[in-house]
Structures are given as structure tokens and as C-alpha cells.
């Protein structure tokens, strides 16, 4: 079951019109993305995810309410870095100058990539060590395992994980190669950094590999970057975060937009789900959200 992270605050931020585009940048399995179509009449979504696969759940998701009005969703994969390209495909009456009247972009990884052991994301389901979101790319997770130096493993260990022991995971992945699997990998660092806490020791680890080989920063940059040219003045865009690295690159991104005078900030404090939501749906504990209006 798909359980879409602070739906109601996001679809609060978003201030839907009914008649108003919206791009979800990040479709997952569609539990936004259906909220969203729900609240339209003669309105639009553009459900984008780099992951083909998950748009194809999506699609299934979704089906009851594209019976009703079969245009309300136009699916496409896409990574951050090219929904421009996105608008560019769907010149119609509906959008004005090429831009939306909203953008979501919900940065967690979803439930079917962590459970999937054949996509490589997962510590508890031992898998190829894949890792990619887009599977057409070429980089996958053991090139980097693999043949990385030592130094530029434990930097991005380090950097994207914010794990303090990377130079001793670092150490004990090089020694251990060639690791071909998620499990093999999981149990390496297990053995070289011990549990210490409810985190399983290689958790900061995989989740720098992920970051890595789907250039998830770049992405972002160029997500945040493009707010300007993507949504059009009174429009609102609002990011979910789970990770404090990415968070504060949104808050960075947003601060920068407001001194230019391009956004306004409307959360000045970040907003965070709802005691009942984390009793319901563990997963959002982490989840930060923070909301602009373009001017």
C-alpha cells in the first residue's frame, strides 16, 4: 500500500485551482499525484519520475481516475534536469508561456525501490548492487564500490552519507572487493563499523551510493534552479525533504530566490508531519517540507 507523505500539507501549500497545472516532478507510485488530479476539473497534472518502472505502478494507481477524464494526467519520465524539456512537449491551451501553476517534488526514495531487491537500493534484500533510478543510465553502484580509489570512496561516504567512519568503511569495502551484491556489501561494513544504534551501520553508507550514482545533488540544483522558468508568478512550489543535506540546499536555494526578489517564502519555519501521520506511516518521520510562491 502507497502511503503519500504529508499529502494534506502539500496539497495545502500547493493551493490547487481546478482548473490549473501541476507538475509532480517526482510520481513515484502516484499517491501525490492522484491527490492532485482529484481536486481538478479541467486542470492537469505532468507526472515526471526518472524511474520507468515506478510510473508503470503508477499508471495502474491512478486508473480509476484517468477513467473519468483520461487527459487529467500525461505521464513522462523525466529527471529533474530535463521537466523543461517536459512543458516544451505539452504546448496546449492549458499552460501559459510554457509554465505550471504548481511543482512538487517529494525527494524520498519510494517503497517499491526499497523493497525490490533486484533494483539494489535495499539492506534487507540482497540484490544486484544497482542503485540506479533510472535504469537506462550507465552508472551503477558497484562501478563505484569497485573501482573507486580509496580516498574518493571514503570522501563521498563522508560528504553524501555523513557518515563519520568512512575512512575505516572505505577501507574494509576495498579490501573485500570485488563486492557484487547489496547483502555482501551490508555485511563488509557490519563487520567494519559494528552496530552502535537502531540504524543498521551500512544505512548512511548506501544512501551515499544512491545519492552518488543518480547525481541526485546536480538534479536538485537544476530542479530548484529552474523555479523561475518552470512555474509562473502566483504559483507555488513546495519540496518534502528527508534528508538533512538536502533540506538545507532547498532552504539555501529558496533564501537565495527570495533576495532576488523571484519567490516568497511561505514556510519560514520548516514544516514537519503531524504526530497522527508518524503513528500511521513510520516512513515520514523524517519528512521536512518547506513551500514558496513565485512573484
Do not use: W
Not at 163 to 176: D, G, L, M, P
Not at 181 to 189: R, S
Not at 267 to 272: A, D, G, K, Q
Amino acid at each position: 500500500m502507497h502511503v503519500p507523505v504529508m499529502l494534506a500539507e502539500a496539497l495545502e501549500y500547493l493551493a490547487i485551482k481546478p482548473d490549473g497545472v501541476y507538475l509532480d516532478a517526482t510520481c513515484g507510485l502516484g499517491g501525490h499525484t492522484r491527490a492532485i488530479a482529484e481536486r481538478l476539473t479541467t486542470g492537469l497534472v505532468l507526472a515526471c519520475d526518472r524511474d520507468q518502472e515506478s510510473l508503470e505502478i503508477a499508471r495502474r494507481n491512478t486508473a480509476d481516475v484517468l477513467l473519468e477524464q483520461p487527459a487529467r494526467i500525461r505521464f513522462h519520465q523525466a529527471a529533474f534536469s530535463r521537466v523543461g524539456e517536459v512543458l516544451a512537449t505539452e504546448k496546449s491551451s492549458q499552460l501559459d508561456k510554457l509554465k505550471v501553476d504548481g511543482l512538487l517534488a517529494d525527494l524520498g526514495v519510494s517503497r517499491y525501490q526499497l523493497t525490490e531487491g533486484e533494483r539494489g537500493f535495499s539492506l534487507m534484500a540482497d540484490g544486484p548492487l544497482d542503485m540506479r533510478m533510472d535504469r537506462s543510465e550507465a552508472t551503477t553502484a558497484a562501478e563505484i564500490v569497485n573501482y573507486e580509489s580509496e580516498k574518493n570512496l571514503a570522501d563521498l561516504i563522508y560528504k553524501l552519507g555523513e557518515e563519520r567512519r568512512s575512512r575505516k568503511i572505505a577501507r574494509a569495502i576495498v579490501r573485500a572487493r570485488p563486492i557484487r551484491t547489496t547483502g555482501h556489501l551490508a555485511k563488509v561494513i557490519e563487520e567494519a563499523v559494528p552496530r552502535t544504534g537502531k540504524l543498521h551501520p551500512a544505512t548512511q553508507t548506501f544512501m551515499a551510493l544512491r545519492i552518488a550514482v543518480n547525481r541526485e545533488e546536480d538534479e536538485l540544483d537544476a530542479l530548484l534552479g529552474a523555479v523561475p522558468e518552470l512555474v509562473k508568478p502566483g504559483g507555488r512550489v513546495v519540496i518534502i525533504t528527508f534528508m538533512s543535506l538536502e533540506d538545507r540546499r532547498v532552504k539555501r536555494a529558496f533564501q537565495e530566490l527570495e533576495r532576488a526578489e523571484r519567490v516568497r517564502i511561505l514556510t519560514r519555519h520548516v514544516v514537519r508531519p503531524s504526530d497522527e501521520e508518524v503513528a500511521g506511516n513510520a516512513p515520514s518521520r523524517s519528512a521536512k517540507l518547506r513551500a514558496v510562491e513565485v512573484l
